[in-house]
């Protein structure tokens, strides 16, 4: 897994200096969820740069689209277009915006911001996928505070309903989002539970272990006639210490100061 460890940490460097050049974004959420992209991407995933419109591709939808520059980095990292690109984040005329656009982001499968329906769009590809028999999986990153999202459960139900065990729910379980800890905000645990009422096979695992990650991707596969939620616990703001558990990195950039620290603590871990 040490390549993984590796790509996770130049991620977390891309989402940096992304954001430290935009001046605006989200770094909490995007770094938290760092570990679980590279996985999908360069382990999991049925996907090829040089072949993005392939039928039988596996798809991604990133349900909190808040955190596109985990996305985006991940992309880039991946082949999808130039890493160079990155700093254009939010500037006038760069395809690379404030949330992913289906339309002008290559290898963007679903254009999302609006909490929830990134998930909604999930579960209708992984249903057109059973109804066409293809074999390709859809796999989808939710936030812990977009679970507050009344869609998500309706979402969720359905899901269940079509039998979609060609559908992995990710949910980034951070514990903090915009104001405060989630259960200041609105409580959402105790989130097995929640999952399992709806008829969903549900795992729990360190979001940032890539073993566990790993064992969770071939269990779900392994289920038959449920859809699996994987719940994993992250710290948002991972790998900068300063930014770790803190909810006031969850819309702030680093100023240039922070950044050049951010950024030495990265590199000492590749």
């Not at 996985?39 to 591709?57: A, H, V």
């Not at 349900?63 to 939010?90: I, W």
């Not at 890539?210 to 939620?229: C, H, L, N, R, Y």
């Amino acid at each position: 897994m040490e390549p993984m460890k590796i790509y996770a940490n130049q991620l977390r460097i891309h989402i940096i200096n992304m954001l430290a050049a935009a001046g605006s974004g989200h770094p909490g959420g995007a770094l938290s969820a760092a570990d679980l992209l590279i996985y999908l991407y360069f382990k999991e995933m049925k996907i090829d740069s040089e072949d993005k419109e392939n039928p039988d591709r596996d798809r991604f939808i990133l349900s909190k689209g808040h955190a596109a520059p985990v996305l985006y980095g991940t992309l880039a990292m991946k082949g999808f277009f130039n890493t160079s690109e990155l700093t254009n984040l939010r500037k006038l005329g760069s395809f690379l915006q404030g949330h992913p656009d289906m339309l002008k982001v290559p290898g963007v499968e679903m254009s999302t911001g609006s909490l929830g329906q990134g998930f909604s769009a999930s579960v209708g590809v992984a249903l057109g996928g059973k109804i066409d028999e293809k074999s390709y999986r859809v796999y989808t990153l939710l936030g812990d505070g977009e679970l507050q999202e009344g869609i998500i459960w309706e979402a969720a139900m359905a899901a269940s309903h079509y039998k979609l065990d060609n559908l992995v729910a990710i949910i980034d379980h951070n514990g903090l989002q915009i104001d405060g800890t989630n259960d200041e905000v609105m409580k959402v645990n105790p989130l097995k539970e929640k999952w399992e009422s709806f008829g969903w096979n549900v795992i729990e695992i360190d979001g940032h272990c890539f073993t566990d990650i790993e064992k969770s991707f071939k269990q779900a596969k392994e289920v038959k006639g449920k859809p699996t939620a994987i719940i994993a616990k992250t710290s948002k703001g991972k790998g900068v210490s300063f930014m770790e558990n803190q909810v006031g990195w969850h819309g702030v950039t680093p100023s240039e100061a922070e950044r050049v620290k951010a950024i030495e603590e990265l590199e000492k871990n590749i």
